[in-house]
């Protein structure tokens, strides 16, 4: 999940996994697969800083548990 804020200054999340496209016309909207529009006070480059962040985030995560899952399995053996 991104934080974004709306043009009134809201702020809500956005599941990053389901963006399809960011376009700034020149408000940045954000179409979700689903095909629910978004319009964001953040900056196309700033959206796309973000869901760059949150998948480093998801894959790390990923890659540090299943690094943690082999050591513990070799403990064990």
Do not use: Q, W
């Amino acid at each position: 999940m991104i934080l974004v804020r709306r043009i009134n200054g809201e702020r809500f999340t956005i599941n990053a996994d389901l963006i399809e496209t960011v376009e700034s016309t020149p408000d940045t909207v954000i179409r979700l697969v689903n095909g629910h529009r978004y319009v964001v006070a953040e900056p196309m480059d700033e959206i796309v800083d973000l869901v760059v962040k949150y998948r480093k985030k998801v894959f790390f995560s990923f890659i540090s548990g299943e690094a943690l899952a082999v050591r513990a399995e070799e403990e064990e053996e």
